[in-house]
């Protein structure tokens, strides 16, 4: 299993172009995140999708939106890039169980890196 | 709503000594509770998760957490640290029975001095 993969790896992009991130996960998962990670904040949530078909809001999700149209899949899409959104992205998945405490740790990908200039 | 806070955004250490991340979480429900690590360049792993049960839980590569209640914390450790050990530590909230949502701490930079 190659687990959850993110592409590109690395970007640089002019204030104002668009691109898509895409995560891919193998394992069935049927929630996944986005989160962006920058120095001395953390993780933040963007947004994150509890299945097909279905995405909701994260602590910072304005200057994005994501789909969700197959369960392996997770798009974050930058519709126009600004230098605040340079940042390295993560996304993860999991796949929680009621009843299975144990079912609620999250799975990373190895993350994006994006500069906007 | 959950919120975490560690408190040492770096901590440096000689190898072979002892290293306590210090963690504490805010909330008004039941959490789980977890620290990933991240090694540079790379995702982040789990090393450690607490759930439910024994208030001390132990994870891989020696690192063990104390779960206190009263205090609202959730002290990483580790008796003797290797070089290996590099890495930047996240401490993790979920609400039990949420939509899965983590909450992350701001992150430790553990640095080992040889």
């Known amino acids: 299993n190659a687990g959850v993969t993110q592409t590109p790896k690395f970007r640089v992009l002019k204030t104002g172009q668009s691109m898509t991130l895409l995560c891919a996960q193998d394992?069935?998962?049927?929630?996944m995140y986005w989160y962006r990670q920058d120095p001395g904040m953390g993780l933040r949530l963007i947004h994150y999708s509890v299945g097909e078909g279905t995405t909701a809001k994260g602590e910072v999700p304005d200057g994005y939106n994501v789909s969700r149209l197959k369960k392996q899949n997770f798009l974050l899409g930058l519709e126009s890039a600004a230098p605040s959104q340079t940042s390295v992205y993560f996304c993860?998945?999991?796949?929680?169980?009621?009843?299975?405490?144990?079912?609620?740790?999250?799975?990373f990908g190895p993350g994006t890196r994006l500069t906007v200039t | 709503a959950q919120s975490v806070t560690q408190l040492d955004s770096q901590v440096p250490v000689f190898e072979e000594a002892p290293v306590e991340l210090r963690c504490n979480y805010s909330s008004s429900v039941s959490v789980y509770l977890f620290w990933y690590v991240q090694y540079p360049n790379q995702g982040l792993q789990l090393l450690l998760k607490y759930l439910s049960g024994s208030t001390l839980v132990k994870g891989i590569n020696g690192f063990e957490a104390e779960f206190n209640k009263s205090q609202t914390s959730f002290h990483l450790r580790k008796p003797s640290v290797h070089i290996s050990d590099t890495a930047e530590y996240f401490c993790a909230v979920t609400q039990v029975g949420g939509a899965s949502k983590i909450i992350f701490g701001s992150g430790t930079r553990l640095s080992i001095r040889p």
């Open positions: 394992m069935n998962h049927e929630y």
């Open positions: 993860a998945s999991t796949i929680p169980r009621r009843g299975d405490a144990s079912s609620y740790e999250q799975y």
